[in-house]
């Protein structure tokens, strides 16, 4: 991992070139790039702040030089810095990028460009998150993003729920067939990048949520719906069970129009399932923030703990008795 150390002297020293070196004419540049493409990349250009749809965008995928199509940054590492540009904590590669000292604008700056044709990218700053300390800023036009190979397999939709404590809806949701990634998070509120524990204060506005990516063609988003809604309990405002609190919400945070219609349908169909009226929030999805890593697959990993036995167990229960024919297990063990 690139640390602040290594990037001062790749500034002195140079960073090692790659096998591959692309040198073209500026005509060249000017004909294959657009002109702001070309403004960027070629004459050290900086895009507006928020002007670049990538600065909000984190979906999987890997990023190239826009120019000559070299791997840059991975979104594993991509991160929401608040400033407008796309953000990153690492390269792919150690050597996909070099480094110039820029003292232009009265600044004393870090410039970044590929290190296989130059392109100017941003800037980095020794000011990003743990564990590296970098924030590569870049310029959303200097990149090209592109699905990776298993993302662009089969066509995954995303789903984001929140149902209380987002261990045990992590822990049902891995067990629904059609279901490729579960993630628990942090979505609905309004502070950037919050933490586990300033979340569970209930004053960051963000409810515990999931962020699923399913597979269409094994599990609609209605059955997702349902099994979502009955698997927590959706008619009690602000709680599960002993957990109190806005953060604890039953919350569907819709991603489009169809979404949010098949949401509301949902919620109507099973009314008349509960004694008591859904309360179940149905919002516009904005932001999910991953939580810290202890929190991702807490039930497989701590399912001998106390809360999982006493709380998540009884649930996973009730998924099985309801949702026999939609579940991982069951449906392998009948194959065999
Ligand atoms: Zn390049």
New binding site residues.
């Given amino acids: 991992m690139l640390k602040w150390n290594d990037i001062i002297t790749f500034t002195k020293n140079g960073n090692p070139s790659p096998d591959r070196r ?1 040198v073209k004419t500026d005509g060249e540049w000017r004909e294959q790039l657009t002109a702001e493409e070309y403004r960027i990349t070629r004459q050290k250009g900086t895009e507006r702040a928020f002007s670049h749809e990538s600065c909000n965008l984190f979906e999987p995928g890997i990023y190239r ?6 791997l840059l940054f991975n979104t594993t590492e991509k991160f929401d810095s608040g400033t407008g540009w796309p953000s990153f904590t690492q390269p792919i590669q150690t050597n996909a990028i070099a480094y110039n000292s820029d003292g232009t604008h009265g600044m004393s700056r870090v410039e970044t460009v ?1 290190n ?4 100017h990218l941003g800037h980095v700053f020794p000011d990003g998150p743990a564990p590296s300390g970098l924030r590569y800023c870049i310029n959303g036009v200097a990149l090209k993003k592109q699905k990776t190979e298993a993302d662009s397999q089969t066509s995954l939709e995303t789903a984001t729920f929140g149902g209380g404590c987002f261990w045990c809806t992590e822990a049902i949701f891995q067990q629904v067939q059609g279901v490729e990634k579960v993630e628990s998070g942090y979505s609905g509120g309004k502070k950037l990048n919050p933490s586990y524990h300033e979340v569970c204060s209930g004053t960051t506005g963000h409810a515990e949520a999931v962020q699923i990516a399913f597979n269409p063609d094994e599990i609609s988003y209605r059955d997702m719906l349902r099994i979502h809604l009955s698997t927590h309990d959706p008619t009690t405002l602000n709680r599960q069970g002993a957990d109190t609190g806005t953060q604890y919400r039953s919350v569907i945070f819709t991603h489009d129009d169809e979404q949010k219609k098949i949401a509301q349908e949902v919620v109507e169909e099973l009314s008349d399932s509960f004694d008591n009226k859904i309360v179940t929030e149905v919002a516009a999805f904005e932001k999910f923030y991953k939580a810290e890593d202890k929190h991702q697959n807490y039930y497989r990993d701590n399912s001998n703990q106390g809360y999982c036995q006493a709380v998540i167990d009884p649930k996973l229960e009730k998924f099985r008795k309801l949702f026999k024919e939609k579940m991982k297990v069951e449906r392998m063990k009948a194959a065999v």
Avoid: G, K, R
């Fill in positions: 692309v030089c826009i120019c000559c199509d070299t590929c296989t044709c130059d392109a």
